[in-house]
């Protein structure tokens, strides 16, 4: 099971917290399978296969600070084990580009992901973290609005390429595991 965190809306379609959907939306597109929503689960869902894993991608539609409630639900229904989860979601203390593939860990300030553990009950959660830039900032700084903000046109071609390096490590961690893909993914990539 994938999850992509984001916020439903439109008006948050291209915002910098909605890159868990967006790559989701990007391998659902790769594997052709479409989503539908469910409503017992407050979640975008979509199953399929990829080689021969059977996949379900999940977009919780609860927004992003109650991400938990959804993804607790399907998880209990469909008794998925941690290991077989992942969710990807935006990390401000990642560079514009970077990206990061952890077995476990704490949420890291991120709401979505503290929901997430706290529903759970468990940090040993796998996860895909898309650095969406941190500008340099004072202590005033307005970290939701930035959250918030769609990428500016200079960012655009790089999260292009950024969305699909993350689909392509997402599909290397269904088909080769964790480890193989901490080892190809976790490093510094230059990005065009």
Do not use: C, W
Not at 43 to 58: A, C, D, E, F, Q
Not at 88 to 113: F, M, P, T
Not at 150 to 156: A, D, L, P, S
Request: charged share 25%; proline share 3%.
């Amino acid at each position: 099971m994938v999850v992509g965190l984001g916020n439903p809306g439109l008006q948050y379609e291209f915002s910098r917290h909605n890159i868990g959907f967006r790559i989701i939306d990007n391998l659902a597109l790769n594997i052709e399978i479409e989503f539908k929503r469910v409503k017992s689960y407050d979640s975008l869902v979509s199953r399929g296969k990829l080689m021969n894993h059977k996949l379900i991608l999940v977009k919780p539609q609860t927004y992003m600070n109650l991400s938990g409630k959804s993804v607790s639900k399907i998880v209990s229904y469909y008794r998925i084990s941690f290991p077989d989860l992942l969710i990807v979601y935006d990390d401000l203390n990642l560079e514009l580009g970077q990206i990061r593939i952890r077995k476990r860990g704490s949420a890291g300030g991120h709401k979505g992901v503290e929901s997430i553990i706290q529903y759970l009950n468990s940090e040993d959660i796998p996860r895909l973290r898309i650095g969406i830039g941190k500008p340099s900032i004072n202590s005033n700084f307005d970290y939701a609005s930035y959250v918030l903000s769609n990428f500016n046109n200079n960012e655009k071609d790089k999260i292009s390429e950024v969305i699909q390096l993350s689909t392509e490590a997402i599909k290397t961690v269904i088909e080769d595991g964790l480890e193989k893909a901490m080892r190809k993914y976790n490093r510094k990539l230059e990005l065009s």
